[in-house]
């Protein structure tokens, strides 16, 4: 169980998945929606969702709408149960990979203010592959957010982006990125 840090949902409890995800501690929640406060007045995109606990702090927070994306099956119900649970209409699942998820979203059309990229820390290409698709895509607004939450070393190529910034919270780290106009 987790439980939401701030908004209109502060304080409620959310379920998470068994232990194939790790979901994000409280202190990183906290310092990342403190930086990106200003970037929650469109739409969101929680990457590699689990218990959907970002996407549903964004929408706490104000974001218009929340995408979540994981190809785990029970992943997608427990973002489903959580949402339900909210009585929040404004999240949308998406039970698929997601590179498929991002090619998807951008031939729809679909732009973001706030994309939060967490995949299975021992996946690192993942991380690479979104934020290459992302700077040449139409996803993310101008003057968007895209933020990485790692741990251990992550060499990535930030071509695209600008006004980078890095911050670390014991094990974990966050970096935060816009795209270049």
Known sequence: MLKIIGGKYR???IATPSIETVPTKNIVREA?????SFD??????????????IGIEALSRGAKKSYFVDK??????IIE????????????ILNMDYMDALKKLN???????FIYIDPPYKEKSFYQSALDFISISSLLLNEGRVVL???????????GFKDI????YGYSKLVLLRKEK
């Not at 910034?165 to 670390?168: G, I, L, Q, Y």
């Open 11 to 13: 304080s409620r409890i």
């Open 32 to 36: 990342l929606f403190s930086a990106v």
């Open 40 to 53: 929650l007045d469109g739409n969101t995109l929680d990457l590699f969702a689990g218990s959907g606990a």
């Open 72 to 77: 785990s099956i029970s992943s997608c119900k």
């Open 81 to 92: 149960s959580n949402l339900k649970t909210l009585k929040e209409d404004n999240g949308i």
């Open 107 to 113: 031939e729809e059309n679909v732009s973001f203010s």
């Open 149 to 159: 939450e790692y741990e251990g070393d992550l060499d990535l190529d930030y071509k």
């Open 165 to 168: 910034k890095k911050k670390r």
